[in-house]
């Protein structure tokens, strides 16, 4: 299938002057949020006359968009002529969640140790905007408001290898936030969460996390793969 046949396009903006890496960041985004919410489905194939014209842009932003999202792992280069969007193995996803279960929780070791007033406030906006999403139903929002709950757990660790590390696979772990079919009892998870990261206690808060990844790690294997978590799905 190539990308024009991705859901419903939407010609981006013209093209300012001067613009290479902004249209190329541009790009790389809309077709990463593409491919997040379903709209570009693995094994679709991408053209990158059809991408720059769907954007509005020339090749080159498209060509360096592509390069980008081969490198986070969303898409795939079959051959040298076939760009396609990769499909995630089960090893893959379980990856990504020990990726998560060794940096996540030390994410929220160090904000219970290392959390303000004022960053306490930012979080509970955050878990807000959660609550609403769980309310409204959704998955797109809902992955967009719990990832922006974790993502802002890092910022509070202040550790900024961590954050950098973080960053590099938040595209894919919004991705996983969306493999969920009961956003309730994540969002439970959430807010015991956020009260261990404001009673300042680094323990109950590390451990809440590690129950908390671990047992969406079930809940992802087996909303994608229809199969319970192996030995190491339910242990990490």
């Known amino acids: ?24 960041d541009q790009v790389c985004e809309g077709l990463r949020d593409r491919i997040i ?13 059809d991408v720059a014209e769907d954007f509005g842009v020339s090749r080159v932003p498209v060509r360096e968009a592509i390069r980008i999202l081969i490198g986070e792992g969303f898409l795939q280069a079959v051959s040298q002529r076939r760009i396609v969007v990769r499909e995630l193995s089960r090893q893959d996803v379980e990856n990504l969640f020990d990726m998560r279960e060794a940096l996540e929780v030390l994410a929220v070791r160090r904000a219970a140790e290392r959390r303000t007033d004022a960053e306490l406030d930012a979080l509970a ?21 719990n990832t922006a709950f974790h993502a802002r757990i890092v910022r509070i660790s202040r550790n900024e290898l961590l954050t950098t590390t973080l960053e590099s696979l938040e595209g894919r772990l919004r991705w996983l936030f969306q ?26 808060a590390a451990d809440l996390a590690l129950r908390h990844v671990r047992h969406y790690r079930e809940v992802a294997l087996r909303l994608l793969f229809a199969e319970p978590a192996g030995p190491t799905g339910s242990g990490g």
């Not at 919410?37 to 006359?49: A, C, I, M, W």
Request: glycine content about 14%; charged content about 25%.
């Open 1 to 24: 299938m190539a990308a024009q046949a991705t859901g419903t396009p939407q010609a981006g903006p013209a093209a300012p002057a001067g613009g290479g890496g902004w249209l190329r």
């Open 37 to 49: 919410t379903g709209r570009l489905k693995p094994g679709d194939r991408l053209v990158e006359r």
């Open 125 to 145: 906006l955050l878990l807000a905007e959660a609550r609403a999403a769980t309310d409204a139903g959704g998955p797109e929002r809902l992955s967009r408001a």
């Open 179 to 204: 493999q969920v079919d009961d956003p309730e009892p994540l969002w439970e998870e959430h807010r015991l969460l956020y009260e261990a990261i404001d009673a300042g206690d680094p323990d109950a």
